[in-house]
T-cell receptor
Framework: ETGVTQTPRHLVMGMTNKKSLKCEQH?????MYWYKQSAKKPLELMFV???????ENNSVPSRFSPECPNSSHLFLHLHTLQPEDSALYLC????????????????FGPGTRLLVL | GQQLNQSPQSMFIQEGEDVSMNCTSS?????WLWYKQDPGEGPVLLIA???AGELTSNGRLTAQFGITRKDSFLNISASIPSDVGIYFC????????????WGLGTSLAVNP
């Protein structure tokens, strides 16, 4: 139990579907992240939220739309995805660096395995 | 994007053997992190290093923050079957606004 939960754990969707991934952290952190993990590639940072404000959008296509209603919850809304978007989508959280630089360590959820047909 | 050089890519060892893996970077890092990922799960933090030269242990795991701040290693002593998984290094150079730079991982297989 890492304190970061993600649902669903597995998702199969067609290219015309709309779905959402959910992440919740129970660690009292105030920064949350979405990553994409594909085979043979390093983890790709997609979005960063700090105190509910988006601070990073790493050139992610608009078919991925993040939402952070509060510091504990993070969503990734998906629409008109492509087969190459199939991957493991990981959520992570960390503490704000101003409080303690040593608390920058990111803690990950179990991920959502996404398959786009 | 930027990535760390992590080696070896994979290892197949006998139970009880010691394991060593390392990461190098062309730039200086302020933080080195080592994670382990089991199949179907997210990465789990093993050891975090915050100072050059720092040597930290977590059970059978030992990691060091290189004195040049451009490398780190992770050692596992007396490996057991549950050590199987992919080990990732990640670094933070503090100038990237929370962007961790990741290695490609070392896949470890342990033969009982």
């Amino acid at each position: 139990e890492t304190g970061v939960t993600q649902t669903p754990r597995h998702l199969v969707m067609g290219m015309t579907n709309k779905k959402s991934l959910k992440c919740e952290q129970h660690l009292g952190h105030n920064a949350m992240y979405w990553y994409k993990q594909s085979a043979k590639k390093p983890l790709e940072l997609m979005f960063v939220y700090n105190f509910k404000e988006q601070t990073e959008n790493n050139s992610v296509p608009s078919r991925f739309s993040p939402e952070c209603p509060n510091s504990s919850h993070l969503f990734l809304h998906l629409h008109t995805l492509q087969p190459e978007d199939s991957a493991l989508y990981l959520c992570a959280s960390s503490q704000d660096e101003l409080a303690d630089p040593n608390q920058e360590t990111q803690y990950f959820g179990p991920g959502t395995r996404l398959l786009v047909l | 994007g930027q990535q760390l050089n992590q080696s070896p890519q994979s290892m197949f060892i006998q139970e009880g053997e010691d394991v060593s893996m390392n990461c190098t970077s062309s730039s200086i890092f302020n933080t080195w992190l080592w994670y382990k990922q089991d199949p179907g799960e997210g990465p789990v933090l093993l050891i975090a290093l915050y100072k050059a030269g720092e040597l930290t242990s977590n059970g059978r795991l030992t990691a060091q923050f290189g004195i040049t701040r451009k490398d780190s290693f992770l050692n596992i002593s007396a490996s057991i079957p549950s050590d199987v998984g992919i080990y990732f290094c990640a670094g933070d150079n503090a100038g990237n606004n929370r962007k961790l730079i990741w290695g490609l991982g070392t896949s470890l297989a342990v033969n009982p």
